[in-house]
C-alpha cells in the first residue's frame, strides 16, 4: 500500500507524511533492505522522514566544497550545550566535551575507563540490544535489574536496583528515556537512584540519546543536572541522531559532569577521529537551527501514538499498549495471545510485518515486541491490519483442524 505522500517533503507540516512507501523503498539503510520488498518494516529506530531542511543544505555545502575529511568537534559542543540550556535547563561546559562516532561506542569507551574487566554493570531490562552484545565483549558482566509492570505502565524497581548495587556493581547504565518503553523517569527517581549510587560506590553512565523526545506531560529531566555526588560524577551520553534521523552519520558526545571531567578527558583522539564530520555538521545545525523541524515531528509522532492505541483496540484488543513518553517506539505485549517467546517471529511469517524481537531485550522481553511509529499513518494502520489478519487466518487454520478432527 503507498501512502498519500508525495515527492520528497518540501513543505510537508508533518515530515512523516513526506515520502510514498515505493520511494521509501529506494532507500538503502537497514530499516530497508533487512527484509524482503514485500515485508512492511516497523523495527529499527529510524524514521521515515527527510532532513530538515537546515541539515540537508549545510550537507549539500559540505559535500560541494569536498568536505568530507577526518572529523574534528568543531562548534558541536557549544551547539550542544546550548540546546540543552534552552530545552532542560541543563548548563554544561563545552570545553569538557568529547565527541565520539556514536551513543553505543561512547559507552563502551566510558566503561573501559570507568571501570576494570570483570566488572559488574547494571542495566534496566528490557533494555537496548546493543548492551548485550557489547558490554561481555568489552569483559564487563550484565546483570539485568527489571523494571516493573502495572496497570500504570513501566516503573523504575528502587528496591531491586538497591539489591544489584548492593551486590557489588561498579557502573550502572541507565537509558533515559528509556529503550524501548519509552519511560520517562521523574526527578525524584532520579535522585533516589543517585542517593543509591553514592551509598554504594557506582558510577552512572546516561544514554539519554532519546531525550529530545519527550511528549507533552512528562519532562525529561538530565541525570548530571540533579544535586547530588553521583550526578557529579555521571558521564552522559547524547545525540541528534535519532530526533534528526541522523543515525548514519555517526556523530555522538561524551558529556562530564563536574567531577567526570578528567575521566572524559583520557578519550583518545583516535576515537573523536571515528566519528564522521557529515555528523558533525548534521549535528551542529541539528542543535542550533532545527527545532523548528523537530515540534513538527513531534506533532506527527503525538498523533501517531495515539493512532496506534485506536488501532490497536480495534484490531488487536488483546494486545498491551502503554503509550510511550517519550521516542517513537511501543512496547507491545502480545502474551495473551500466545505466540510464545517471540511473537515478532510469527508476524514477520505470516503477517508480513517487521517487529523487532522482545526477546532480544533481554529475559523480560520474551512475548513483547517493539513497534517503530516514526512512519505515515497510513503505514501505521497497515502494520496493525496486517498483523491482525494474519491472527484471523490462524483462527480459521484452527477451525478448520478442528472440523476435520470430527
Known amino acids: 500500500?503507498?501512502?498519500?505522500?508525495?515527492?520528497?517533503?518540501?513543505?510537508?507540516?508533518?515530515?512523516?507524511a513526506a515520502y510514498s512507501l515505493a520511494e521509501l523503498r529506494e532507500r538503502h539503510s537497514s530499516k530497508w533492505r533487512e527484509y524482503p520488498p514485500d515485508v512492511l518494516p516497523v523495527w529499527v529506530a529510524e524514521m521515515d522522514t527527510?532532513?530538515?531542511?537546515?541539515?540537508?543544505?549545510?550537507?549539500?555545502?559540505?559535500?560541494?566544497?569536498?568536505?568530507?575529511?577526518?572529523?574534528?568537534?568543531?562548534?558541536?559542543p557549544e551547539a550542544f550545550a546550548g540546546f540543552a540550556a534552552r530545552r532542560f535547563g541543563w548548563r554544561t561546559d563545552p570545553a569538557a566535551i568529547r565527541l565520539v562516532p556514536d551513543v553505543m561506542a561512547g559507552i563502551v569507551e566510558?566503561?573501559?575507563?570507568?571501570?576494570?574487566?570483570g566488572d559488574r554493570v547494571v542495566v534496566n531490562t528490557?533494555?537496548?540490544?546493543?548492551?548485550?552484545?557489547?558490554?561481555p565483549r568489552i569483559g564487563r558482566e550484565v546483570v539485568e535489574s527489571p523494571l516493573t509492570l502495572n496497570a500504570r505502565g513501566f516503573r523504575l524497581d528502587l528496591d531491586a536496583l538497591e539489591r544489584d548495587f548492593a551486590a557489588g556493581a561498579a557502573a550502572y547504565l541507565l537509558c533515559s528515556p528509556h529503550n524501548p518503553t519509552g519511560l520517562v523517569f521523574g526527578d525524584d527517581e532520579l535522585l533516589a537512584v543517585a542517593r543509591l549510587a553514592d551509598r554504594y560506590g557506582v558510577r552512572v553512565v546516561v544514554d539519554e540519546i532519546h531525550a529530545p523526545l519527550v511528549y507533552p506531560g512528562a519532562t525529561h529531566v538530565p541525570f548530571a543536572s540533579l544535586d547530588a555526588p553521583a550526578a557529579a560524577r555521571s558521564i552522559t551520553l547524547v545525540s541528534a541522531s535519532k530526533a534528526w534521523n541522523l543515525a548514519g552519520l555517526k556523530a555522538a558526545l561524551a558529556v562530564p559532569g563536574p567531577e567526570a571531567r578528567t575521566d572524559v578527558a583520557a578519550i583518545d583522539v583516535e576515537v573523536s577521529e571515528s566519528a564522521g564530520l557529515l555528523g558533525v555538521i548534521a549535528s551542529e545545525v541539528a542543535f542550533t537551527s532545527g527545532e523548528p523541524w523537530l515540534a513538527e515531528l513531534m506533532a506527527g509522532l503525538?498523533?501517531?501514538?495515539?493512532?496506534?492505541?485506536?488501532?490497536?483496540?480495534?484490531?488487536?484488543p488483546e494486545v498491551g499498549y502503554q503509550p510511550p513518553q517519550a521516542t517513537y517506539l511501543a512496547w507491545l505485549d502480545f502474551r495473551a495471545l500466545g505466540l510464545g517467546d517471540d511473537p515478532a517471529g510469527w508476524f514477520l511469517r505470516r503477517g508480513g510485518v517487521a517487529?523487532?524481537?522482545?526477546r532480544k531485550f533481554g529475559a523480560p522481553g520474551c512475548g513483547f515486541a517493539r513497534f517503530n511509529f516514526a512512519t505515515d499513518p497510513e503505514r501505521v494502520g497497515e502494520a496493525v491490519r496486517q498483523m491482525a489478519a494474519s491472527l484471523n487466518s490462524r483462527q480459521r487454520a484452527g477451525i478448520t483442524t478442528a472440523l476435520h478432527a470430527l
Not at 528490557?126 to 558490554?135: D, E, G, K, S
Request: proline share 10%.
Open 1 to 16: 500500500m503507498t501512502s498519500t505522500g508525495t515527492g520528497h517533503g518540501r513543505g510537508h507540516a508533518d515530515p512523516l
Open 50 to 76: 527527510p532532513l530538515a531542511e537546515p541539515i540537508a543544505a549545510a550537507l549539500v555545502e559540505a559535500i560541494g566544497r569536498g568536505d568530507t575529511g577526518y572529523a574534528v568537534a568543531g562548534g558541536l
Open 110 to 117: 566510558v566503561l573501559h575507563l570507568v571501570t576494570k574487566p
Open 126 to 135: 528490557p533494555a537496548y540490544p546493543p548492551y548485550f552484545y557489547w558490554l
Open 302 to 316: 503525538t498523533a501517531n501514538r495515539a493512532l496506534l492505541g485506536d488501532l490497536l483496540a480495534e484490531h488487536l
Open 355 to 358: 517487529l523487532f524481537p522482545g
